[in-house]
Nanobody
Framework: QVQLVESGGGLVQAGGSLRLSCAAN????????MGWFRQAPGKEREFVAG????????GYADSVKGRFTISRDNAKNTLYLQMNSLKPEDTAVYYC???????????????????WGQGTQVTVSS
């Protein structure tokens, strides 16, 4: 399995931006569909965004469409989440996840991902 380490979280004011990164070890990063999930206190983990192995297909939760952008750099074994126009309700621990997939598939369900990072806290103040 691939090991994942998130970074880039922090405290930001509403309307601000953050970029999360997820570094993967190993030489098989391009074999995985990747995703971002988040979990707020007292709530279940929820899907945020997903991307296919080559980066050509992406999907987003309705709550972040038009504000967040998922991307990946397979040469650097790194996944990104650019978050703009942040809202207080975006406050959560953000996790990246990896799951074996066919070339043009991205996943939206947590059960399709076999590897998870430890999470990075994002706090948006009003």
């Amino acid at each position: 399995q691939v090991q994942l380490v998130e970074s880039g979280g922090g405290l930001v004011q509403a309307g601000g931006s953050l970029r999360l990164s997820c570094a993967a070890n190993g030489r098989t990063f391009s074999m995985y569909a990747m995703g971002w999930f988040r979990q707020a206190p007292g709530k279940e983990r929820e899907f945020v965004a997903g991307v296919s192995r080559g980066g050509g297909r992406t999907g987003y939760a309705d709550s972040v469409k038009g504000r967040f952008t998922i991307s990946r750099d397979n040469a650097k074994n790194t996944l990104y989440l650019q978050m703009n126009s942040l809202k207080p309700e975006d406050t959560a621990v953000y996790y990246c996840a990896a799951g074996y997939a066919s070339m043009f598939t991205y996943y939206t369900s947590a059960t399709d991902f076999g590897s998870w990072g430890q999470g990075t806290q994002v706090t948006v103040s009003s």
